[in-house]
Each structure stands twice: as structure tokens, then as C-alpha cells.
């Protein structure tokens, strides 16, 4: 009796990278294989394909020079590098240094009749007015 390998179809974490070292038939290293797995419902197939497209990169970077920082490998492309400068564009504003909890105890005494909701960060401009 031995193990195979089942596809279902579903995903059993959101995203999983797996990998196997390979040998040949003299039973030398011959490689590593990846899989990838994810979920459909939280990930786009471009998105994984970028996501494993970095890790090819930064794999291949730290092979070919091993005493390399992971840190100093660039794992963008140019494009990409550029949409993401350009989606980094927007207003700024002075905020005061004040740390999360001071922040939050701030917000807590402006609004206190409010209850508190996650919001998503983006380069459109803030809301104006209070509430």
C-alpha cells in the first residue's frame, strides 16, 4: 500500500506553497518541484501567478548568489514597480506622532457613540466632515 496524492478541488488553507525535493533514478538530487494551492473565493489566478512569479524570483536570485540578502533581491518587474509607485500617489498630510493606542483612545473620546469598523486604506482623497 502506498500514498497518492488526492485533488478535491478545494483548497485547504487560503494560500499553501508546498515542496518536494526530486531525485533521479541513481537517486541524486535532481531539483525541487513547487505546488501551489489556493483558494478561488480570496485569490485571483493573476494575483497567485504574480505571487509565484516573486518567489521564482527570489528563489533564483538567492541560488545564484547564496550570500545575498533576501531583502536586497528585487522581486518586481519594472511595470510592476511602476503600478505600484503610481498607486502610492496622493495627498499627504501631517499626522501627529502619536502611537495606535493613543490614537485610538483619541478617536474613542471624539466619537464616543460610534462603534469601531475596520476600514481599507486607498489614495482617495479622506472623507471630509466628521462621523
Partial sequence: ????????????????????EMQDAAG??????GHLEYSTELFEADTVRALSDRL????????ADPDQ??????????????????????????????????LFSA????SPTRTSEPTVSSCSPPRSGRG
Fill in 1 to 20: 500500500m502506498s500514498g497518492q496524492p488526492v485533488h478535491t478541488g478545494i483548497s485547504k488553507f487560503d494560500l499553501t506553497f508546498s515542496f518536494t
Fill in 28 to 33: 541524486a538530487a535532481a531539483g525541487i518541484e
Fill in 56 to 63: 521564482s524570483r527570489l528563489l533564483t536570485a538567492v541560488v
Fill in 69 to 102: 540578502r533576501a531583502h536586497g533581491v528585487e522581486l518586481f518587474t519594472a511595470e510592476e514597480r511602476a503600478r505600484v509607485i503610481a498607486a502610492g500617489c496622493g495627498r499627504s498630510r501631517q499626522v501627529p506622532p502619536l502611537t495606535v493606542p493613543e
Fill in 107 to 110: 478617536q474613542a473620546q471624539w
